[in-house]
């Protein structure tokens, strides 16, 4: 029983010693830019992704916005999931920010990023 | 006497066994609660959160440690770049922001917004997605 309270406070010191030490990151010494609402062109092209439609993307998107979405989507070859987590703007340009899972041609989960340039209500680029 | 002394080194070594237990439960408890986003916190792995001040700062041995290795010119070149470009001002950081990321397994990814101001006083608005996994920044979009 003693040894068991032993090994308690021990953890607790542990603990207390922990939060002395670790300071944590850094803070930023930029300022941050508040979130905007999702673009509904990013939206749109998005739920393409997510759905495999090619013929819709096709429809939505230059060759290089698809050459520059390819790029971004490596390693990943099938996409299961696609989900938003956040859009800023500065000066009327607008980053759509998303996180993609799927499968790696070696069929490894993984998880890649990427952002949508939006201008005028459609998208102009990808990261 | 023998047996006090026993008595005494068990009930240190219980005691800093505890303390070592309760020092990596309080870490791995923290990396999961900042990484998970609970109870308020962004989300954000303080790796892509530090490498991201080193980018912006134009320090780059401030991020050699959590990147992957590279050869001693890519990191010769990289430090003469940045002395460069710490010289001439080139670039002014104007905004850093941390928009959201994702997990899945050990893989973890960053994405945030940057807009800076180049030599030519332009202003610049992209991002950078940044994928985490092993303690290093292993890819950067």
């Known amino acids: ?127 | 006497m023998v047996g006090l002394r026993r008595l005494i080194g068990g009930s240190a070594g219980t005691l800093l066994v505890g303390v070592l237990a309760g020092f990596v439960i309080s870490s791995a408890v923290g990396v999961f609660i900042q990484d998970s986003g609970l109870f308020g916190a962004s989300g954000e792995s303080p790796i892509a959160h530090a490498y991201m001040l080193g980018y912006l700062q134009r320090d780059p041995n401030a991020i050699v440690g959590i990147r992957p290795n590279q050869s001693i010119a890519q990191r010769a070149a990289e430090l003469q770049g940045a002395d460069a470009s710490r010289a001439t001002a080139s670039i002014q950081p104007l905004s850093l922001t941390y928009i959201g990321g994702g997990s899945v397994g050990s893989y973890s990814v960053h994405i945030y917004a940057v807009d800076l101001r180049n030599a030519q006083g332009v202003d610049q608005f992209f991002s950078f997605a940044l994928t985490v996994a092993g303690g290093k920044v292993i890819r950067r979009e």
Do not use: W
């Open chain 1, 1 to 127: 029983m003693a040894t068991l309270a032993l090994f308690a406070v021990g953890i607790l010191g542990g603990v207390v010693l922990h939060a002395f030490l670790e300071k944590g990151p850094a803070e930023n010494p930029f300022p941050a830019l508040p979130k905007v609402d999702e673009p509904p062109a990013a939206h749109d092209f998005v739920a393409a992704v997510g759905a495999e439609d090619a013929q819709a993307l096709s429809k939505m998107a230059d060759i290089s916005i698809l050459t520059d979405l390819d790029a971004a989507l490596q390693p990943i070859v099938d996409v299961r999931s696609t989900r938003f987590v956040g859009a800023v703007e500065s000066e009327g340009r607008l980053l759509s920010a998303y996180v993609v899972t799927g499968k790696t041609a070696q069929g490894i989960d993984f998880v890649v990023g990427f952002v949508l340039r939006v201008a005028n209500d459609q998208v102009v680029g990808v990261n």
